[in-house]
């Protein structure tokens, strides 16, 4: 009996990342002779590309956090968003004096933003431009980690930090050396506590899946448009299922 | 090369990825080529991770190469690095001494980090009032209050059964239920994520 539950419950998970996928590809397809696709106001990223701008002409520096989370478990997910901003942030400064610089606490999330970096110069044919110390380790625990960014936003002329990763109660560190050092502070997380101190202490807080739609919000593609409408159908999905589970177990139906 | 590259890429990381996929929803039929794949990708992290030490160096002995701002701070930190390099190399990561290391120094440093987070929190919190005096800023404040007034005994008047009591609510009730609706969004986040890796449209190792 629990292996046929087991059985039933993997061909349920697989469908769901079919459909998922599905979607996806569907809205790539359907999406791709829209000229424009109209997303609702996040007042972050707006503050964000205006930042941007402004850090270009002021010739200062951008920072993007990646966390700490690792890639080989699931907090990595987050730390992929904050890999496209980290693109997207070097595109818009390409023209900038200083390049942005990105900071993590895991080794695989460096080398993946040394990456990043290096390709999205190359593919700007500003391959020169591309330095390895521009994306570093700090540190290895929460705390080592905040204290080793830290200095990096007090230091080299940042105007404005993004975090997107996985981090800890220990965010509040790095936003808190953002607002010393009068720089903007957009950040997200996918950790509940982290949401919970962003929220007091960021100027710009993503929560939920705020910080899942930056992609779609900075201008990274068909694909991160789609994956955004598939999120939101999903989610009216699930909102539907809770609603009617809600009223089956108030009817005795549901156990 | 320049264009092979990227490519192959791609298709390494598509296929591996499609593969521990399907290891977690067929573990009959693709458990083993998953552990594999997680096996190798567990020796390519900890490989990453002594890239990212050598790289934390790097950026700290450049910064004392040209005497940056705080390039003090950073001979503190190579000196650091080497001692405890040479001590776990010699003595081994769990002998007396790397342990003694690790708790006078390393643990009190962090510990002291932690004292000053609280203090910016309650900073925060009133910061906010500034910053957004909004209804939900405030409902935020207070809800924090009484969380806080509920958990802990309080001095001269101990325990007060209703702030208890709305204690227990609050974090049992709306906390859990916001909790998972940001949990939700969040997995549904993860998951578009992942599958745009998965099509080969997002490709953060150089693709």
Redesign the interface.
Known sequence: MDQALSMVTSYLGFLFILLCLGLILFFCFSDSAREKIKLRAIQAFSRYRREVDLAVEAGKRLHISLGRGTINELQGGSAFIGLTILDRCARAASNSDRPPIATSGDGTVMVLSQDTLQSTYRSLAAEQRYDPTNARFTGLTPIAFAAGAMPAIHDEHVSANILAGHFGTEVALLTEAGERSQSLTVAGSDSIPAQAVLYATAEEPLLGEELYAAGAYLGGGLAHTASLRMQDILRWVLVAAIIIGAILKLLGILA | MKRIL?ITNTVIAVISGVFV?LG???PGSFGGIQSVL?GW??I??A???????F??A??HW?KVSSE???HV?SIVLLISMLIMIVVAGISGPTSALTLWIFNNF?VP??AA??A??AV??VY??VR?LS?RPKWNSIL?LVTVLLVLLGAVPLYFLGTIGPLNAVHDWLTQVPAVAG?R??????A????????????G???????
């Not at chain 2, 490989?47 to 030490?53: D, S, W, Y």
């Not at chain 2, 549904?188 to 099509?199: E, F, K, P, S």
């Open positions: 990227p996929i977690y929803f067929f997680i990708a567990i390519l992290a490989f990453a991770l002594l890239l990212g030490i790289n934390l790097w950026v450049k940056g701002k705080g701070y390393q440093v962090e980090l932690l000053l987070l910016i929190l925060a919190g906010l910053r935020f909790a609706g940001l949990l939700l969004g969040v549904l986040g993860t998951v578009a994520t992942g599958l745009r890796i998965l099509i449209s997002d490709r953060p190792y150089g693709g």
